[in-house]
């Protein structure tokens, strides 16, 4: 009876996330990712636009060759989007916290692709990112042979196969923070989460 409550519940999953910038986001949006990106196109990127406090990211840069990538993770010294005497201001004259990690290329790229595929295969090409009042979160996938972009915008994902990129987006972050010994630790949950991915991916499109 196990798989098919599965079933049940993934069909009955609804994620508020669709393709572009949401309505009425695409300038704020864009100088906070102006402002963690610092000049650099990362390879991927999540950017969290709070209700209220300081926005966040984290981005994974390519590196040359077969040498490491970099992890980022990148926050905001105050928030950006502000309101001064009934005016909105973007507040871009700032230095944000930056803290880099070097990840192994083959992971990074796997995480890349995973994320690419999950996030096409979760949200149509037809479904447009709609207006939310709360926390939106910009997800970015740039494809380096292609030259094209994948931005998918919206909620946080809470059921089906996209769950999996938050839990890999805490170990990220996590990893940004540890030792490099604790660092390869947290790579292999990291792997292992990707596996889990891959595997409700092809559960879900088989």
């Not at 990712?33 to 950017?47: C, D, I, K, M, Y």
């Not at 040498?67 to 005016?87: C, S």
């Amino acid at each position: 009876m196990a798989a098919p409550a599965a079933r049940a519940d993934d069909a009955a999953c609804k994620i508020d996330l669709g393709r572009g910038w949401p309505p009425a986001t695409e300038n704020y949006g864009s100088a906070v990712e102006t402002l963690l990106f610092s000049g650099v196109r990362p390879a991927l990127s999540l950017t969290r636009l709070p209700a209220r406090s300081a926005e966040s990211g984290l981005q994974l840069i390519a590196g040359e060759g077969e040498g490491d990538w970099t992890l980022r993770y990148t926050e905001a010294d105050e928030r950006v989007d502000v309101w001064v005497g009934g005016r909105r201001e973007l507040r871009v004259a700032q230095q944000p916290s930056v803290v880099e990690v070097p990840m192994p290329a083959s992971l990074a790229r796997r995480v890349v692709a995973d994320w690419q595929r999950a996030l096409e295969s979760q949200v149509p090409a037809d479904r447009t990112a709609e207006f939310h009042d709360g926390e939106v979160l910009l997800f970015v996938v740039n494809d380096a042979a292609s030259g094209q972009s994948l931005r998918i915008s919206g909620l946080q994902p809470g059921c089906g196969p996209a769950t999996g990129l938050m839990e890999q987006v805490g170990l990220m972050i996590e990893a940004t923070d540890d030792s490099d010994e604790k660092r390869f630790k947290r790579w292999r949950k990291l792997e292992e989460s990707l596996d889990q991915l891959e595997q409700s991916l092809a559960g879900a499109t088989g």
